[in-house]
């Protein structure tokens, strides 16, 4: 059972291209986040959604879109791809994710994503 | 925002006690401190959170002094399989936003 899973797991693709990345997590958790790991290792926060709705929307290009069809799931979409995109991407859930509440963040298995 | 410092990197070798040590000096009244492991090619995996005094778990021990400034993750008795990176967070997830993993620490254990 895997808990929180992510596909592609790698993805290739051509600068300007337009490409989505999909996350589902079975764990009932009511937030749900994307992660970036670039080269250096450095993981950041991008976006939070809390029951399909964005609670945080950290300083990344809006040609990243996050879309929610429900609270399970938490796709990435990107457009017009560069070649600074290429990272590992992390999905990840927890159980609460407002102010005020400590929980466990779950991590999916990441997508590798290589614009050329 | 509560920013952290950790060693870039440790060795140690398989059976002994490992102790990474995290500063966060302006930690706030509300954070909480977590560590996550990262295995290559793998997402971050919780090992154990804390507000102060001692946590202890299957997998580790963080202790955290009085004045909350800094955090010490234990391993005790650390294997091969515990080679990875060691997160230290401050914050709680309600400010997610801020919650920066940083460069972590880099554990190698060698026989």
Not at chain 1, 60 to 81: E, M, T
Not at chain 2, 57 to 62: K, P
């Amino acid at each position: 059972d895997t808990a929180v899973s992510q596909t592609p797991k790698y993805l290739v693709t051509q600068m300007g291209n337009d490409k989505s990345i999909k996350c589902e997590q079975n764990l009932g958790h009511d937030t749900m986040y994307w992660y970036k790991q670039d080269s250096k290792k450095f993981l950041k926060i991008m976006f939070s959604y809390n029951n399909k709705e964005l609670i945080i929307n950290e300083t990344v290009p809006n040609r990243f879109s996050p879309k929610s069809p429900d609270k399970a799931h938490l796709n990435l979409h990107i457009n017009s791809l560069e070649l600074g995109d290429s990272a590992v991407y992390f999905c990840a859930s927890s159980l609460a994710g407002l102010a005020g509440v400590t929980d466990t963040q779950y991590f999916g298995p990441g997508t590798r994503l290589t614009v050329l | 925002l509560a920013k952290t410092t950790q060693p870039i990197s440790m060795d140690s070798y398989e059976g002994q006690e490992v102790n990474i040590t995290c500063s966060h000096n302006n930690i706030a009244t509300n954070d909480y401190i977590t560590w996550y492991q990262q295995f290559p090619s793998q997402g971050p995996r919780f090992i154990i959170q804390g507000y102060k005094t001692k946590v202890t778990n299957e997998v580790a021990s963080l202790f955290i002094p009085a004045d909350r400034k800094s955090s010490t993750l234990s391993l005790p008795r650390v294997s091969l399989s515990d080679t990875a990176v060691y997160y230290c967070l401050v914050g709680d997830t309600g400010t997610a936003s801020k919650l920066t993993f940083g460069t972590g620490t880099r554990l190698q254990v060698t026989l």
